[in-house]
Nanobody
Framework: QVQLVESGGGLVQVGGSLRLSCAASGRTFRRYVMGWFRQAPGKEREFVAA????????TYVDSVKGRFTISRDNAKNTVYLQMNSLTPEDTAVYYCAADPRLRFGISRHEYDYWGQGTQVTVSS
């Protein structure tokens, strides 16, 4: 079992930046693929980014490529999502997720553990 706690969300203006953090409990954090998902009101939860257990590989949804960066610090059991050039379309609840089976997937069904989410609101 692993528990995930997101932080860093908030209200930001168009073009601004936020850095989300996800702190994980447990000593096996470094064995998990970690992902970020988001869910806007009335929409399905969608994949945003994922990072391999070592941090060597990352993948992003097309809409955030070049603006968002996922990273991890295994010594601190934390994964980050740096979000730049934010637009109103980025407004959503952002969730951190962990996959202990190392599938490095983009489907929410491939992640076994989830945080409670943190709200990101981009105002115009």
């Amino acid at each position: 079992q692993v528990q995930l706690v997101e932080s860093g969300g908030g209200l930001v203006q168009v073009g601004g930046s936020l850095r989300l953090s996800c702190a994980a409990s447990g000593r096996t954090f470094r064995r998990y693929v970690m992902g970020w998902f988001r869910q806007a009101p009335g929409k399905e939860r969608e994949f945003v980014a994922a990072i391999s257990w070592s941090g060597d590989s990352t993948t992003y949804v097309d809409s955030v490529k070049g603006r968002f960066t996922i990273s991890r610090d295994n010594a601190k059991n934390t994964v980050y999502l740096q979000m730049n050039s934010l637009t109103p379309e980025d407004t959503a609840v952002y969730y951190c997720a962990a996959d202990p089976r190392l599938r490095f997937g983009i489907s929410r069904h491939e992640y076994d553990y989830w945080g409670q989410g943190t709200q990101v609101t981009v105002s115009s």
